[in-house]
């Protein structure tokens, strides 16, 4: 049985409001008659028409992100998110209690250590169906959707209290557009370091600089910086540990594997590696009515 949805959804054809039909809520549904059924797994796939071209994460690159989460090395990252985005969950005003959607929500790992914390009325959204396969199997409870950030939101306007996003696109005017009035974004950037001692070795790319400073000008005429703190983690990795985290990040796409599985091989029995991050909260700015 799949979760009645309760954050407004709407229909990515036609923008009118969707809602559960079928046995055991498989379906969705508008009343134009646009239908998606749900996958086996448990998510529904909403990429229609020709959208953004883009290289959606592949099965390898998120079940090496699956393995490096599920070992716990980000966890007080994930328990870190779910603290500030508490808040504005507590003070959720919809009446039906609170709503989150993660955006780009790959393996589900962070929305499941919220939902753990505060079980809130869940999307997660993420164009690669191999990270939705996992995520809808992490949160049973959530809606999971294939879909492109980049496009139309298929959430009604002020859906959600908070907006979740872990290193992943942001489209400001989209998130201030699904946000209550109130409501959060909150998002997780890396900072200079992250990873230094191992994204040389094994190709991973660097963090460009000046990503803060694009961060506030991306989300500037929507949202309003509201508070920021870091978070730096020293862990402490074994040779597949490193080479998961070589493969999950956006270097994934183009690495040579069996390159990557011999540099894994001679690397001592634990290398240490800081992760440095960025956890910033932003506020929608209130437009006057179009
Ligand atoms: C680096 S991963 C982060 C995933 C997850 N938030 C985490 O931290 O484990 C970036 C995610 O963004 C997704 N993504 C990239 N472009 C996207 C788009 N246009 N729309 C939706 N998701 C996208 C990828 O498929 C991937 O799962
Ligand atoms: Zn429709």
Redesign the pocket.
């Known amino acids: 049985m799949l979760p009645v949805p309760t954050v407004p959804l709407l229909c990515p054809v036609c923008r009118s409001p969707l809602g559960a039909a079928g046995v055991a809520a498989r379906t969705l549904v508008c009343p134009a008659g646009h239908s998606f059924d749900a996958a086996r797994q448990g998510y529904f796939n909403f990429l229609v028409g020709k959208g953004?071209v883009?290289e959606?994460?592949a099965a390898d690159m998120?079940a090496a992100?699956f393995d490096f989460?599920s070992a716990g090395h980000y966890r007080p990252l994930a328990e870190a998110v779910a603290e500030v985005a508490a808040p504005a969950l507590a003070g959720a005003f919809t009446g039906s209690g609170a709503r989150v959607l993660?955006?780009?929500?790959?393996?589900g790992?962070?929305l499941r250590t919220l939902l753990d914390r505060f079980p809130a009325a869940a999307v997660g959204?993420?164009?690669?169906k191999f990270?939705l396969r996992r995520a809808a199997r992490m949160n049973p409870e959530a809606v999971n959707l294939v879909?492109?950030?980049?496009q139309p939101l298929p959430l009604a306007d002020g859906a959600v209290d908070v907006v979740t996003?872990?290193?992943?696109?942001r489209n400001a005017a989209e998130f201030a557009r699904i946000l209550r009035p109130g409501g959060r974004l909150v998002v997780?950037t890396p900072r200079p370091g992250h990873l230094a001692e191992v994204s040389g070795q094994t190709g991973m790319l660097g963090i460009e600089p000046a990503k803060e400073e694009r961060l506030a000008a991306a989300l500037e005429g929507h949202f309003s910086p509201l508070a920021a703190r870091n978070l730096d983690l020293d862990l402490s990795l074994g040779p597949a540990d490193v080479a998961n985290l070589a493969l999950?990040?956006?270097a994934g796409h183009h690495l040579d594997r069996a390159a990557l599985a011999s540099l894994a091989a001679g690397l001592p029995p634990l290398t240490a590696v800081s992760a440095r991050f960025r956890i910033s909260v932003f506020e929608p700015l209130r437009h006057a009515a179009a």
């Open positions: 953004t883009f959606a994460d998120v992100r989460l993660d955006a780009g929500t790959g393996t790992h962070y959204l993420d164009i690669s990270a879909g492109d950030v980049w996003v872990v290193f992943a696109p997780v999950m990040g956006p």
